[in-house]
């Protein structure tokens, strides 16, 4: 199955980067796609619960779904995987 979400906190081709690694390395997750201009997600998922732990890993790196609530906090681990996903290569 597919599914596209709405995230909170997307700015750029390394918040993209940040994104793309981290849910793809979750198990029965494939063809993780980011639109920037978008603000979404979209990826293949097996089970209801592994869009589940999608949406909660998003939430860890500081992109909650829209909708879900976007603190100081989510805001400022959006940055730090924005940076990170700048400087990796």
């Keep these: 199955m597919q599914k596209t979400v709405i ?3 997307l700015k750029c081709g ?3 980067k940040t994104i793309t690694s981290n849910i793809s390395e979750l198990e029965n ?3 993780v ?3 920037v201009d978008e603000s979404s997600v979209t ?3 097996t089970t209801d619960k592994d869009a589940e732990v999608v949406k909660n890993k998003l939430s ?3 992109y909650p779904v829209e909708g879900d609530a976007n603190s100081i906090t989510s805001k400022a681990k959006s940055f730090v995987s924005c940076a990170t996903g ?3 290569k």
Excluded: E, K
């Design 60 to 62: 860890a790196l500081g």
């Design 86 to 88: 700048r400087m990796s």
């Design 33 to 35: 796609s980011v639109n």
């Design 29 to 31: 997750i494939t063809n």
């Design 43 to 45: 990826f293949d998922f």
């Design 7 to 9: 995230i909170q906190n």
């Design 14 to 16: 390394g918040c993209a």
